[in-house]
């Protein structure tokens, strides 16, 4: 049973030091669902101190996928790990940029709603920060709300939201505000032993800033010594208690029993005066096991354009993961590159054979694109099971058409405007759009699914609500000659405007979606598709 806190929210603020890429968004996660599991009613926010309005334009092997909310916003990856760990959807709310900040600031002006002030970083850009987070909270009638500021302490970027948190806590006073910092003690080779220094340096800017923590989450690959604690807690005047060591785990979805095990939520609680300090495990610890214990593995091949930063995937990753672990199966994911398959390259082809199953994700644009109809069509005559989601999905009708019924001039008017047989095609409602953000097809969308098909089996439902991210859709101009061929489009959305699911039932497995079923996908409660898909490949 979860409580309402009984003097309004409270908030967590998790910032970072020493450098990127700690960790900062697993402990947000893991602080959350201690919370959840303590009875409270808890939510994050993503911090990114880009001037980007979103994540939609980002080049995900530079920042990483792409998370999209069943509202529709293009959101940092994090959104995705808050949503995975405290099963709780999001909304694009959730990730405050510092180019949406200064947006409503630069309108609320235009509106002359600031009365002549002369508008400033502080009261107004401040406030703005303020009031988005106030605003969630209650809205979402939120306990206490964990706030994850991107980037690194001493970026230039984030000095107005850490501003802005510093203000909250002398706002609302000690035992409603926290501050969590993620930090590093690294092991030098030469020397053997937990350096404490970057820490200290670490925490020694944020207080600078005005702000003391009152948690250290120190990441390293062992516990961290007795020694290296108390040193750290002496130079960054926090408590030993306090002093969280964060070692690696074999899961991420273990790290919550970690910080427990090093006393986080006592440490929380004791500082926010919270009611109750232990957590309900209730089947969470079942589910994180399944994690750490597997009965052999399945080999995965993810063809993709984006594959130098796994980060791009991430998402596709942990699907599989959830898929696998429900079955008792490791996945071993081989990622290549589709350029590969490529000019000259369709001889390597051949070590997709050695691979259980073939997954084509996301994508767009021409580069690799051929790579990934190679895939799939190769996929489809060895009878290897093939998942393709959204460009994959796209793809394998292309490569179907072409191969199959013969259309050989066949293609996707993104990859060539020009093409004679545009199976693939701009959804009409996009032909005038000029700008790139936030204008594809997205958020949720409901599904219906033809009964006694391949998807109806997957699903077991006959309508499912999924999400899009894309600007072209199958041409259903050619709708008669794939069916005739033996291409079934098993599922529709928008009265049938749209072609959401295909499937060949002859096939071992071979099945594609037009929305990224990645995002649905929750550990112990694997997405369908995925979990059929890792099934059929399992039996190979």
């Not at 970026?155 to 035992?175: C, K, N, T, V, Y």
């Not at 390293?220 to 130079?235: E, N």
């Not at 096939?507 to 898909?533: I, L, M, T, W």
Request: proline letters at 4%; charged letters at 25%.
């Amino acid at each position: 049973m979860q409580s309402k806190a009984q003097n309004g929210s409270k908030f967590i603020f998790v910032t970072g030091g020493v450098m990127s890429g700690l960790g900062k968004g697993v402990t947000t996660s893991s602080t959350a669902k201690l919370l959840q599991l303590a009875g409270y009613r808890v939510s994050c926010v993503k911090i990114d101190p880009y001037v980007n309005y979103d994540a939609g334009t980002m080049n995900p092997v530079a920042h990483g996928e792409v998370f999209v909310t069943d509202d529709g916003g293009e959101c940092d990856m994090d959104i995705g790990n808050y949503e995975r760990f405290i099963d709780t959807a999001m909304t694009k709310d959730h990730n405050i940029t510092t180019g949406r900040v200064y947006n409503n600031v630069i309108l609320a002006e235009r509106e002359g709603k600031y009365l002549g002030q002369c508008v400033q970083i502080i009261p107004h850009v401040t406030d703005e920060i303020k009031n988005a987070l106030r605003n969630i909270a209650n809205e979402e009638k939120l306990d206490i709300m964990v706030v994850e500021c991107g980037g690194t302490v001493g970026d230039i970027e984030s000095l107005p939201f850490l501003e802005a948190f510093r203000q909250m806590e002398l706002e609302l006073g000690q035992s409603n505000t926290l501050f969590i910092h993620v930090t590093l003690a690294p092991v030098l080779d030469v020397v053997g032993e937990q350096k404490t220094k970057p820490t200290q340096h670490s925490v020694q800017e944020l207080r600078r800033i005005g702000i003391q923590p009152d948690i250290l989450a120190v990441r390293c690959k062992m516990q961290l010594s007795d020694d290296a604690r108390r040193k750290i807690s002496l130079f960054a005047s926090v408590e030993e208690k306090c002093v969280i060591s964060c070692h690696d785990a074999p899961s991420i979805y273990k790290v919550p029993e970690v910080l427990e095990s090093q006393g986080m939520l006592k440490a929380i609680s004791e500082r926010m005066v919270l009611r109750r300090s232990t957590p309900h495990w209730g089947n969470w610890r079942t589910v994180t096991e399944s994690f750490t214990k597997y009965g052999g593995s399945v080999r995965i091949a993810v063809v993709g354009k984006y594959v130098t930063l796994p980060d791009s995937y991430v998402s596709v990753y942990h699907a599989l993961s959830h898929a696998g672990a429900s079955i008792g199966k490791k996945i071993e994911v081989q990622w290549i590159d589709s350029e590969r398959f490529e000019n000259g390259g369709l001889s390597s082809l051949s070590m997709l054979k050695d691979c259980d199953g073939v997954l084509a994700p996301g994508g767009f644009g021409r580069r690799g694109s051929e790579g990934i109809m190679a895939a799939a069509n190769f996929a489809r005559t060895k009878n290897i099971p093939y998942l393709g989601i959204c460009f994959g999905f796209q793809l394998a009708i292309v490569a179907f058409a072409r191969h199959v019924c013969k259309l050989h001039d066949a293609n996707s008017t993104e990859l060539d405007p020009n093409t004679k047989n545009p199976v693939v095609d701009f959804m009409p409602e996009q032909r005038n759009v000029h700008d790139m953000g936030g204008t594809m097809r997205l958020g949720s969308h409901d599904i219906a699914i033809a009964p006694k098909t391949v998807a109806a089996r997957v699903y077991g439902l006959t309508e499912v609500k999924r999400r899009h991210r894309h600007r072209y859709e199958f041409n259903q101009k050619y709708l008669d000659i794939v069916n005739e061929n033996g291409l079934v489009l098993s599922a529709h959305s928008d009265s049938g405007r749209r072609m959401e699911i295909l499937e060949m039932p002859n096939h071992r497995f071979y099945f594609a979606v037009q929305y990224h079923a990645e995002f649905n996908s929750r550990p112990g409660k694997p997405e369908q598709a995925f979990d059929a898909f890792v099934k059929a490949a399992a039996k190979s």
